[in-house]
């Protein structure tokens, strides 16, 4: 088991390059299964996840060659309409292989996905908007079975946003028979991206990146080339390194445009942020202040940025709020951040940030993606030396982020050991 070290204390400075969006390539690479062929996808980033989904492809029907955050797929005609629980259960994402699955081959079976422990994230959506398709759906010994004889356009409205079911039922309405309407659908650029990419294999998608979007499904579709949007996660984790060290960082390959309520965010606390093209450049020359800050579906601001701007908010004198209204588990964090002197409160879905504290290094432990971002962001920024383990995590989400800050001057570095967790 890997861990970071990392020493605090150091100003960040320079430029770093953002990878492509791992959020955004999940959904585009269970879309592969859509169309037999070769495909080239560039500005794949080189994580995990990303080579959980690969090893899923290559166990349901296809070839693929990742070199050089590029990614060569050939997609066979022969599938194998199972996604099993040895590769489901490590990432929640494996669920979009259901949609295309009961596209092309007419029944999948999916393992219940893992992934984050971010509380109750049921998969009800997915299903029951499958089944307005004319999905016939049973569930048993861990397993979703479902089987189509013919999937049929419909009117879906989620009660909720949902990224994962808008996703799954825009790739299996691009092959049903007349017209799908989904009604509050998920607005984030990744969908909008996943939109495109079908649109590109000769699909009718409309709307998307709005709350209703249209599809009027076609025969076939065909294999293509396309380059993933960059990472506006990662885009914000980088930023936020480069505020909690009073630092002047300049992030390039991002779109400025998907960060619009993270960048506002950054100037409320007092930051001076300059856009130029496709870079974002951040850093400090007056005084900082508390905010509040509430998540909610894009283009509110992103849960996944919030344990980042609590470490951030920890270092700025005066009480901020965070409300969290997307996962209820997704505190989890909270506890290792006070092992730094963090002075944060928690009720309910609310935490209260008692900021300006100084922190100091000690040994702590992510309980997932962007709490270990938020565990390294807020070493940078204490006293002495941290270490943290479980970074597993942190690679699901993050390529070689280590080495990235330490190329802008951090002093960190991955060490090996020997200790279970």
């Given at each position: ?11 960040l400075s320079?430029?770093?390059?953002a990878?492509g ?47 050089d ?7 066979k ?5 199972e ?5 489901v259960k490590t990432?929640?994402?494996s ?10 081959c ?5 393992s ?13 959506y997915?299903?029951?908007?499958l089944?307005k ?10 397993y ?10 419909a ?6 946003k949902?990224?994962g079911?808008t996703?799954n039922v825009?790739?299996?309405?691009v ?12 607005c ?5 991206s ?15 990146g709005?709350?209703s979007?249209?599809?009027q499904?076609?025969k076939?579709l ?13 885009v914000?984790?980088l930023?936020?390194?480069?505020a909690i060290?009073?630092g ?6 991002c ?15 007092g930051y001076?942020i300059?856009i ?5 450049t ?36 005066g009480?901020s709020?965070?409300n ?9 964090y909270?506890?290792e ?9 928690l009720s ?13 290094g ?5 309980p ?13 920024a204490?006293?002495?030396e941290?270490?943290i ?12 982020l280590e ?14 050991t020997?200790?279970?967790?």
């Amino acid at each position: 088991m890997d861990e970071i070290l990392v020493r605090g204390g150091r100003t960040l400075s320079g430029t770093i390059t953002a990878n492509g969006s791992k959020n955004a390539g999940l959904p585009i690479l269970a879309a592969t299964l859509l169309a037999d062929g070769e495909y080239h996808i560039k500005n794949i980033p080189n994580l995990s996840d990303i080579r959980t989904m690969i090893k899923l492809l290559r166990t349901i029907s296809t070839e693929a060659e990742f070199t050089d955050h590029e990614l060569r797929i050939i997609t066979k005609k022969e599938k194998n309409h199972e996604a099993p629980y040895e590769l489901v259960k490590t990432m929640r994402a494996s669920i979009y292989a259901l949609g295309p699955l009961l596209a092309r081959c007419g029944e999948a079976k999916v393992s219940f996905p893992g992934g984050c422990a971010l509380g109750a994230r049921p998969i009800d959506y997915h299903l029951e908007a499958l089944h307005k398709l004319n999905v016939t759906i049973q569930i048993k010994h861990g397993y979703i079975y479902a089987k189509t004889k013919g999937l049929q356009g419909a009117q879906i409205y989620f009660e909720n946003k949902t990224v994962g079911a808008t996703a799954n039922v825009m790739m299996a309405a691009v092959l049903a028979e007349g017209t799908t309407v989904i009604q509050n659908a998920a607005c984030e650029p990744e969908i909008s991206s996943l939109g495109d990419f079908l649109n590109k294999m000769g699909a009718h998608v409309e709307g998307h990146g709005t709350e209703s979007i249209t599809v009027q499904g076609v025969k076939e579709l065909h294999p293509v080339y396309y380059s993933l949007i960059p990472d506006r996660i990662e885009v914000g984790t980088l930023l936020v390194a480069g505020a909690i060290t009073n630092g002047k960082i300049t992030v390039t390959n991002c779109m400025p445009e998907h960060s619009g309520i993270v960048l506002n965010k950054l100037r409320d606390i007092g930051y001076t942020i300059e856009i130029e093209g496709h870079s974002i450049t951040i850093y400090n020359k007056g005084k900082r202040k508390p905010i509040e800050i509430s998540t909610n579906p894009y283009p509110a601001f992103p849960t996944d940025l919030q344990p980042l701007f609590a470490a951030l908010l920890s270092t700025i004198e005066g009480k901020s709020i965070i409300n969290e209204n997307i996962f209820s588990d997704r505190f989890m964090y909270i506890s290792e951040l006070q092992r730094l002197g963090a002075d944060i409160k928690l009720s309910g879905s609310r935490i209260s940030i008692n900021g300006g504290n100084k922190l100091s290094g000690a040994p702590v432990m992510a309980p997932d993606i962007r709490a270990a971002a938020a565990l390294v962001t807020a070493a940078l920024a204490s006293e002495g030396e941290t270490r943290i383990s479980r970074v597993y995590h942190l690679d699901r989400g993050y390529e070689h982020l280590e080495n990235k800050l330490a190329s802008l001057g951090a002093d960190i570095e991955r060490i090996e050991t020997d200790a279970l967790y």
